[in-house]
């Protein structure tokens, strides 16, 4: 029983120890902690002229494409050996030629016909004077046309002038059996052969000439503003034409072809939206063929257009823009302050605005979250080095900070040694 007495009496003195300790313990004096700079990575943002570039695709077209055809009809007695699929000819070479047997008979009586016109015409202008002089030594007061035979030598020209105009329809028909181009061109397609009977407008084949190609680039409102040119843009002199640089793979290997652009097409595309623009690669068989590739018809090649120039630009990372518009600027000292700029253009590396962000100044590059204005940061280069004049400095724990932590341990140990 006295044992009991005893423990009772020891846990009543330990608790009220415990409550004197804590009563008199002081009030630490709460301090607000200060928040720590994020850490970042920026770059400088660079002021310069840039030449803006515009990207585009289109497909290789000749500049003048044809059906060949013949303008009489007959049997094929010769076909030219380079009248076939990827064949190159000159302008005028004879590529067919059409039987011109009948075309030369018909010549030779159109000829005759000429002839006996002619000599009907003479003796009809020897009676016609032989008239007029008749009338002069019996007549009496003016002679009628019909007396003088005015009528009849009239007839007679005629007659010659038509048997002439056969003659000529003839030989143009005979000269119509050598079927050529008009232009030094390749063939695209044959359509007949050797000892095939055609008639008039019987496609032959489909040829192209070879002089330039043309590439039909589709071209955005905004591209049209990067180059600096108007929807009915048409270069009149050399200095107006546009460069542009045509890519495509070719048997595995990258191929360049350089044009110009000439010209735009008279009307926005109703489905699409957009503009197209003409470049033209002259010679692409011969001087553009670099490497021994030209430019074939048929293929499909990326454009780089060469656009205006914009001075005092500035150039960031593509990473640099937040949303639409925005860039984070550090200030010196390490707060942040968000931008709104102009863009001008951008690509996957890059990006140019013409406001918003001076040349010089510090711009993030990676995320954060919660960004706000004034946020305190610590910005640092791409190679994770501290950059002291753009980063907040960090705040150490304050003395009533550390007074307090070294109060609640003590009290813990207190606590602890009494239990």
């Given at each position: 029983m006295g044992r009991f007495i005893i423990f009772g009496i020891a846990g009543i003195v330990v608790v009220l120890i415990v409550a004197a300790l804590v009563a008199t313990k002081p009030e630490p004096q709460r301090a607000?902690?200060?928040?720590?700079?994020?850490?970042?990575?920026?770059?400088?943002?660079?002021?310069?002229?840039?030449?803006?570039?515009?990207?585009?695709?289109?497909?290789?077209?000749?500049?003048?494409?044809?059906?060949?055809?013949?303008?009489?009809?007959?049997?094929?007695?010769?076909?030219?050996?380079?009248?076939?699929?990827?064949?190159?000819?000159?302008?005028?070479?004879?590529?067919?030629?059409?039987?011109?047997?009948?075309?030369?008979?018909?010549v030779t009586r159109a000829a005759a016909l000429v002839a006996q016109a002619q000599q009907a015409l003479v003796r009809e202008q020897a009676e016609a004077e032989l008239a007029e002089s008749e009338w002069a030594d019996l007549g009496e007061g003016p002679a009628s046309a019909l007396t003088l035979r005015e009528p009849q030598l009239a007839d007679a020209r005629a007659q010659l002038a038509a048997a002439q105009a056969s003659l000529q329809s003839a030989r143009l028909d005979l000269e119509r059996t050598r079927v050529s181009a008009p232009f030094d061109g390749r063939v695209r397609v044959k359509s007949a052969d050797l000892g095939q009977f055609v008639t008039a407008g019987t496609p032959l084949g489909e040829v192209f000439s070879t002089d330039a190609i043309l590439v039909r680039l589709p071209l955005t409102d905004n591209d049209l503003g990067l180059l600096g040119i108007p929807i009915a843009f048409e270069a009149t002199n050399e200095a107006d034409r546009i460069p542009v640089t045509l890519t495509a793979v070719l048997a595995g290997q990258p191929r360049t072809w350089t044009g110009l652009i000439t010209r735009t097409e008279s009307a926005i595309d109703p489905q699409t939206r957009v503009l197209y623009?003409?470049?033209?690669?002259?010679?692409?068989?011969?001087?553009?063929?670099?490497?021994?590739?030209?430019?074939?018809?048929?293929?499909?090649?990326?454009?780089?257009?060469?656009?205006?120039?914009?001075?005092?630009?500035?150039?960031?990372p593509r990473s640099a823009l937040r949303g639409e518009d925005n860039v984070y600027v550090v200030a010196e000292g390490g707060t942040l302050d968000i931008r709104t700029v102009t863009v001008v253009t951008s690509t996957a590396e890059r990006l140019v605005v013409s406001s918003g962000v001076r040349g010089g100044e510090m711009v993030v590059v990676s995320p954060i979250r919660g960004a706000s204005t004034g946020m305190r940061l610590r910005s640092l280069d791409t190679t994770g080095e501290v950059i002291p004049a753009y980063s907040a400095t960090i705040e150490a724990e304050s003395e009533d900070e550390q007074s307090e932590t070294d109060a609640e341990s003590s009290d813990g140990e207190a606590v602890a040694s009494a239990g």
């Open positions: 607000n902690a200060t928040p720590q700079p994020i850490a970042v990575f920026v770059d400088e943002a660079r002021q310069e002229t840039v030449s803006l570039v515009v990207h585009s695709q289109g497909q290789a077209r000749p500049r003048t494409q044809i059906n060949l055809v013949p303008q009489v009809s007959g049997r094929i007695t010769y076909v030219n050996p380079d009248f076939i699929e990827g064949g190159f000819f000159e302008a005028g070479e004879t590529l067919v030629q059409i039987d011109d047997a009948d075309y030369h008979l018909a623009a003409t470049a033209e690669v002259a010679d692409p068989y011969g001087a553009a063929a670099e490497g021994g590739a030209p430019l074939a018809v048929g293929l499909f090649v990326d454009a780089e257009i060469e656009g205006r120039s914009v001075d005092g630009a500035v150039v960031l």
